[in-house]
């Protein structure tokens, strides 16, 4: 609750006029042998840790108020230890909202770089939805870097006919390049994964963007899911940490690929092709897709992240309420140091076939005669052309791909 602006408040610090106060009253008590107009200097001083420019001017005035009215009381305002104190005051409190006005605009300009700053990461990294197609789903990112909402990994997801597409991913490196790198490869995930054919497409689209940022060598590993409405999961792995499969029956899976898939970005350097892993969901199956910064997350003594015996944790309740134990038992595992390392983690439930879904993924829409759009994109009726084709004067023009 707001609590009301008093006239105190609006012109000086409160707990600074408490105080001095309470000085004058003890200084009074104590007789002309004590004096403790020094002391009051000290006010406008702390005034300017936390409030404005106008408070701090109005803590000194009535700082200077109380402390001529003591002065005058104890017969020093014309002397050497009464003067002294009363310049030290003005000095003081000069300077002290001098600090305060410098202090406020840094407040300002922090706070409006903070929001750019807020804004931006959302756009790299997006709120999820809560349901996408057949799965459930919630995400968690933590960074590593103080004051960082995001760093290095990623995580997305993209509704396609039929089912979802996701990733998570993780780029070589910290700092503001692995951030720009993360944006590069999203964009070319957003990109392909609602229309292309297969998930290898989808990563050849992310390595073919890395290969055409060209300033840095980094690489990037990544694993796609594809979830179909009858429970198809396909996993198409680049190097990454595999999934974790938790059955709803109990007990706990590690979706392994077939082969150690090379990440993306070193597709030149030998075999390419991703590793692939194929299973099929019963409702209420949970897989969770996190990056190493979960499993990788140590102790005090170097031990890692029990994540396979601690997964349990990721059964309780929603998902959202899952991926928050699971966060706590992480920082507790790590206490008293924080994670060294970014952490994104993407929880999914294969709630089952849409019930309303037609043959051809539009939720209450029977499948017409001719569909048109892309194979995969969620636009059945998609008005806008696809592929090109000659046209009768020579130049091209546009058709549709049924």
Known sequence: MTQPVTPVSRYADGACVGVLLAIALVDVL????????TLFAAAPAFAASRATERVVVGTGLFAGAVAVALALHERLLGSPEGFGPLLALGLVTAFSAAAARSRVRHQHQLTRMRDVVGAAQQTIIEPLPATAGPARIAASYESAADAAQIGGDF??????????????G?????????????????????????VASGLETVGLKMSCALARRGAEERFVTAVLAELSDDGTLTLVNYGHTAPLVLPAVGGVAEA??????????????????????HRTLAPGDRMLLHTDGLDEARDTTGRFYPLATRSGL????????????????????TAPASPADDS???LLEYAGAP??????????TAPGPVQRGCEKCVVVDCPIP???RPHPTGGPSREHRA
């Open 30 to 37: 104590a007789g002309p042998e004590v004096t403790l107009l």
């Open 355 to 364: 019930p309303s879904s037609s043959a051809h993924g539009r939720p209450g």
């Open 256 to 277: 392994a690929p077939d082969r150690p898939g090379m990440p993306l970005g070193l597709d030149t350097l030998g075999e390419s092709r991703p590793g692939l892993h």
């Open 155 to 168: 995580y997305e997801v993209a509704p396609i006919r039929d089912g979802v597409r996701l990733v998570v």
């Open 344 to 346: 994104a983690l993407l």
């Open 170 to 194: 993780d780029v070589q490196g910290k700092g503001l390049s692995a951030v720009r790198t993360a944006a590069v490869v999203l964009a070319a995930f957003r990109e392909s994964a609602p």
């Open 386 to 388: 696809t592929r090109l």
């Open 314 to 333: 990721l059964r309780a309740g929603s998902l959202a309420t899952g991926l928050e134990q699971l966060r706590t038992d992480v920082h507790r595992h």
